[in-house]
């Protein structure tokens, strides 16, 4: 992997001041990207809610839908 560093050279870049400075009116020099950011994802999990987690809300939600209907029910009784 070639690592090319994104700092310009003062001296074979043009438009910089001495310092590496840029004056006013003058489109700094481009910065390359960072080829070795991080290592190369080959596994990407799939997105969404798993099945399990999933189906246990639902149960829950269904729990306590029956229990509250159950609650309204004898009120009323």
Same mark, same amino acid.
């Given at each position: 992997?070639?690592? *090319?560093?994104?700092?310009?050279? =003062?001296?074979?870049?043009?438009? %910089?001041?001495? #310092?590496?400075?840029?004056? =006013? #009116?003058?489109? =700094?020099?481009?910065?390359?990207?960072?080829?070795? !950011? #991080?290592?190369?994802?080959?596994?990407?999990?799939?997105?969404?809610? !798993?099945?399990?987690?999933?189906? %246990? *809300? *639902?149960? $829950?939600?269904?729990?306590? !839908?029956? +229990? +509250? $209907?159950?609650?309204?029910?004898? $009120?009323?009784?």
């Amino acid at each position: 992997m070639n690592h *090319i560093n994104p700092d310009p050279e =003062p001296e074979r870049t043009t438009g %910089l001041e001495p #310092g590496g400075g840029v004056p =006013p #009116g003058e489109t =700094p020099p481009a910065e390359s990207s960072m080829p070795g !950011a #991080g290592p190369r994802e080959t596994h990407n999990p799939t997105k969404g809610w !798993a099945k399990g987690p999933l189906t %246990l *809300i *639902i149960v $829950l939600v269904v729990l306590c !839908a029956a +229990f +509250f $209907l159950a609650y309204a029910i004898d $009120l009323m009784l």
